[in-house]
């Protein structure tokens, strides 16, 4: 590795440091102040979401082919896949690894997702279709949020419906940016 790819390496993760450090902090009483579903069947979320769009955190704001998968690990936490190709569909793959713990209480529908230890970032399931299709994940700092679907497209009237459950959550939907997926 060279000496200014460890660099760039180096501020991405100190970028994502300082994002998980605040993670909670617009949450009071422990509880998020943006929509959580009521409850989660966590067997039925595990598996691969494609990213539709976001407004998206540094790490992935060139993002291409995003894939977010969950796996239920036996002490009950989800392992967390997060691939992507930064900056075009040529590029190398890229993965992190982050750990979600699910906040007691929430039905399964907030999680604490840990990049580095011991800090958690708010994860919100704040929409989730009843056939497990497609989900919105959210944050009380309405700073970053994900559209996300088991297929790599959706039908347009899908996302409008998608980017107008996020207006009303109170973001600002002119950040959302479509995250270009492969056609399969």
Request: proline share 8%.
């Given at each position: 590795?060279?000496v200014?790819?460890?660099?760039?390496?180096?501020?991405?993760i100190?970028?994502?440091?300082?994002?998980?450090?605040?993670?909670?902090?617009?949450?009071?009483?422990?509880?998020?102040?943006?929509?959580?579903v009521r409850?989660?069947d966590?067997p039925?979320?595990?598996?691969?979401?494609?990213?539709?769009a976001?407004?998206?955190?540094?790490?992935e704001?060139?993002?291409?082919?995003?894939?977010e998968?969950?796996?239920?690990r036996?002490?009950?936490?989800?392992?967390?896949?997060?691939?992507?190709?930064?900056?075009?569909?040529?590029?190398?793959l890229?993965?992190?690894?982050?750990v979600?713990?699910?906040?007691?209480?929430?039905?399964?529908?907030?999680?604490?997702?840990?990049?580095i230890?011991p800090?958690?970032?708010?994860?919100?399931?704040?929409y989730?279709?009843?056939?497990?299709s497609?989900t919105?994940?959210?944050?009380?700092?309405?700073?970053?949020?994900?559209?996300?679907?088991?297929?790599?497209?959706?039908?347009?009237?899908?996302y409008?419906?998608?980017?107008?459950?996020?207006?009303a959550?109170?973001?600002?939907?002119?950040?959302?940016?479509?995250v270009?997926?492969?056609?399969?």
């Amino acid at each position: 590795m060279s000496v200014a790819s460890a660099a760039r390496r180096g501020v991405g993760i100190l970028v994502l440091g300082a994002l998980t450090t605040v993670g909670t902090g617009c949450m009071s009483n422990g509880l998020p102040t943006v929509p959580a579903v009521r409850a989660v069947d966590l067997p039925r979320f595990m598996g691969a979401w494609y990213v539709i769009a976001s407004i998206p955190s540094y790490p992935e704001r060139n993002a291409y082919d995003a894939v977010e998968s969950y796996e239920l690990r036996s002490d009950g936490r989800i392992q967390t896949t997060f691939r992507y190709r930064k900056g075009s569909f040529d590029a190398p793959l890229k993965t992190m690894h982050p750990v979600g713990s699910v906040v007691p209480g929430t039905g399964n529908a907030v999680w604490g997702m840990q990049f580095i230890w011991p800090i958690k970032a708010e994860y919100v399931i704040s929409y989730l279709d009843p056939g497990y299709s497609e989900t919105i994940i959210a944050r009380s700092r309405r700073d970053y949020a994900w559209i996300m679907a088991r297929t790599p497209q959706i039908p347009e009237a899908a996302y409008a419906a998608d980017v107008e459950r996020l207006r009303a959550m109170g973001y600002d939907v002119s950040k959302l940016r479509k995250v270009p997926q492969s056609p399969r």
